[in-house]
């Protein structure tokens, strides 16, 4: 095949530096704003964004020319040093160390974006650390809790 065609989404959850409740609401959408800038400059799209005052949830659609783990980095870094310029309450902003990457099927986008959006909503019963490790064992990756928590 003479041309590389590639679409490939993937779900991409991280959260502050120990889980700090520190993202407040009304910088959200600045925040996701702000990372979606980050996937353009990377010829990737952000499809979705959402999370809470802890975590957060992107559905992003990756280019061809960037893996997983300098995607994610640039996100992380880019947007840690923009929120900290934002207000002294982010001065010590951080993100944690790790992160979790899970690949969607063409036909899992929409439940996938309405899952992100009602983030607030299925944290009300849920806990972050819950939810990931139900992302762990559906995707199957072996873990040991020790590593999975900074």
């Known amino acids: 095949m003479a041309q590389t065609l590639v679409r490939l989404y993937v779900h991409i959850i991280f959260s502050t530096k120990y889980r700090q409740n520190i993202i407040q609401p009304d910088i959200e959408s600045e925040l996701f704003a702000y990372m979606g800038g980050i996937a353009n400059n990377n010829e990737s799209k952000l499809l979705a964004a959402g999370g809470t005052e802890n975590h957060v949830h992107l559905l992003a659609s990756m280019s061809k020319k960037i893996c997983l783990s300098e995607f994610v980095g640039d996100i992380k870094r880019d947007s840690s040093v923009w929120i900290k310029t934002q207000d ?9 160390d790790g992160y979790g990457a899970f690949s969607v099927g063409y036909t899992q986008l929409n439940a996938v974006k309405k899952y992100i959006s009602r983030q607030k909503e299925h944290h009300a019963r849920v806990s972050f650390e819950d939810e990931f ?18």
């Open 133 to 150: 490790r139900y992302f762990l064992k559906k995707y199957g990756v072996d873990y040991d809790e020790r590593y999975v928590w900074d």
């Open 88 to 96: 002294s309450w982010y001065k010590k902003f951080h993100w944690q």
